[in-house]
T-cell receptor, first 113, second 113 residues
């Protein structure tokens, strides 16, 4: 049973560009959350998707947007990249409303130059 | 605002000894707490969780203690092994079932042979 898979694993962009990161949840999970983890810090909640809608959002600007598809997979889009957007972007999947363990993927490492 | 913090950024212990990792939280209304382990290059991995109506929970070689009076959380690892070397995060779910986790900065645990 595949866990949470993310792509790409690493990517480099320049300031002002746009990036799309992808996530496939663990089989059977219907909820996907995205987190940003800066180097040496704990992950920070960006937003959560369920039933193809954004259900909750953290303190991130509108440059961060997402999407969830009917098969529960999800994308995270970041526009107008800033140097400070360099981080590990983690996807986590779960069952909606079950405050149990979240299953995290291994992340996409984004470097903005 | 809400925050989850850790007392020590690094902890070194001898192989076979017990480890205790501490965490302070600021929101007395928080209902649910989780400890995660993150190895280099990987996403956070669930270790153990505890609800606010409990003060202790045990797993395999791990115990979580919750002291709501002083808003303190700890993770005890018995008979630490080299494979326990990682960064450990405590996380707080501010709204039960929301899965909108607030992570602390993390503690790096190093096991000395």
């Amino acid at each position: 049973d595949a866990g949470v898979t993310q792509s790409p694993t690493h990517l480099i962009k320049t300031r002002g560009q746009q990036v799309t990161l992808r996530c496939s949840p663990k089989s059977g999970h219907d909820t996907v959350s995205w987190y940003q983890q800066a180097l040496g810090q704990g992950p920070q909640f960006i937003f959560q998707y369920y039933e193809e809608e954004e259900r909750q959002r953290g303190n991130f600007p509108d440059r961060f947007s997402g999407h969830q598809f009917p098969n529960y997979s999800s994308e995270l889009n970041v526009n107008a990249l800033l140097l400070g957007d360099s981080a590990l972007y983690l996807c986590a999947s779960s069952f909606q409303g079950r405050t149990g363990e979240l299953f995290f993927g291994e992340g996409s490492r984004l470097t903005v130059l | 605002g809400e925050s989850v913090g850790l007392h020590l950024p690094t902890l070194s212990v001898q192989e076979g000894d017990n480890s205790i990792i501490n965490c302070a939280y600021s929101n007395s209304a928080s209902d649910y707490f989780i400890w995660y382990k993150q190895e280099s290059g990987k996403g956070p991995q669930f270790i153990i969780d505890i609800r606010s109506n409990m003060d202790k929970r045990q797993g395999q070689r791990v115990t979580v203690l919750l002291n709501k009076t002083v808003k303190h959380l700890s993770l005890q690892i018995a008979a630490t092994q080299p494979g326990d070397s990682a960064v450990y995060f405590c996380a707080e779910d501010l709204i039960q079932g929301a899965q909108k986790l607030v992570f602390g900065q993390g503690t790096r645990l190093t096991i000395n042979p």
